[in-house]
């Protein structure tokens, strides 16, 4: 039977142990103190999850680099039956980590995150003794794409060892990777972050213990995962992802409840030419969005009869950094358009200006592709080189704030959720 382990990678103790009980209802078999939680809480965390779930594994994911012995001695006596360390670790490590496990009745589990040859190493560290080899990516890796599901079916056909795996699992990657051959299935923040932790964790049971030995190799494109999520959450937890980058200034939409999610053609014209922004509609596929810059914010270069034509062409929205008119005409259709201004003169059409270069809209740098998503509360850019990355990470961000939402729900206030007096600066 494949095992799956619960990884708490939060930093509250008390919300970890809750989370443990609920995913434990829903499947889990082990319990990780994750290298976060350890390292808000020490050695406690590790202690009270052994007082809290006597007869379950525990694994205290160290993640360690030096002072093998020590850091294994450690989480062994306060309760850990795995040991987690890192397989970057120099030999001497991995040895005395070794000699502290079997001194203290510990299995040692190694972590090849950001091992260079993940095969090679695997073996020599078979070959060393280690107990379980973890074929894992991390968070910060997972956000560029990586998955670890190629090492892992490379490695299951090379060495001879109980093998885990780890790095952003899904019902649907948890079923591969168990069909592949790993006998213990990491995962964090698909349960963790869930809105219901038990069904979550159910949702990865069943899709491990139905996976056969066949994997799955219907995939989503990344430009599909890409919209959906976007699409999914706010500009605000873009511009979060971004550690508050992205944002255009003084753009803001004219019709709330109106979302774009789409990918830039970029136009820049001057005082009120509309020649550029007309022509620019043609070009335009369903996904894309129109994002103009305007020198001039009190001359129009878009009306009632370019909005129609933006309609018919079926276009995504459309973004000026400059001003409108003809908003009795506009409002008639559902396209979302977001602008600095609003007046009723307009501009000649001269033909000035570009179509498709970068342009500065609302303070932001915007390349043709890039990803534009606006909504109620802005407008943000997102260079089309980070998508994938910004997608995964705000997704994070939208996880997070609903869970504090939904804590929030039950009673709590903000303050006392997020720990804040804990973790202010120490003076
Ligand atoms: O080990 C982990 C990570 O390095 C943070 O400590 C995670 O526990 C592991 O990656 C599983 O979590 P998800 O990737 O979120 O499923």
Partial sequence: MVLIQVALDLVE???????????????????EAGTPLIKSEGMNAVRKLREAFPGKTILADMKTM??????????????????AILGRADDAVISESL??????GVRLMVDLISVDDPVARSQELVALGVDLINVHVGIDQQMTGKSPLETLAQISK??????????GLKPETARNAAAMGAGIVIVGSYIIHSDNVTQSAKEIRQAVDNAGSVPDSGKKSQEDEIFEIFWRVSSSNISDAMHRKGAMCGISTLFPGRKIVGRAVTVRTLGGDWAKPV?????????????????????????GLATKTAV????????VDGAVRDMHEIKTFDLPVFA?????????????GE?????TCGGQIVNPRDFIVADDSGVVVIPKERAYEIARRSEEVWKKEKRISDEIDKGKSMSSVLELLKWEKQK
């Fill in 13 to 31: 103790l008390d919300r970890a142990l809750l989370i443990a009980q609920e995913a434990v209802l829903g499947g889990a078999d082990w319990i």
């Fill in 312 to 319: 018919n062409r079926g276009i995504a929205g459309l973004v």
């Fill in 66 to 83: 030096d002072a093998g012995a020590v850091e294994v001695e450690m989480a062994a006596k306060s309760g850990a039956d795995v040991v």
């Fill in 158 to 167: 090379e060495i001879d060892a109980e093998i885990a795996v780890a790095g």
């Fill in 99 to 104: 000699e502290s496990a079997r001194k203290y």
């Fill in 340 to 352: 600095a201004n609003v007046v009723p003169n307009a501009g000649d059409p001269k033909g000035l």
């Fill in 355 to 359: 179509i498709n270069c970068e342009i």
């Fill in 279 to 303: 022509e620019a509609i043609d070009l335009c596929g369903k996904t894309d969005v129109l994002v103009i810059f305007n020198s001039d914010r009190n001359i129009a270069m878009w009306g």
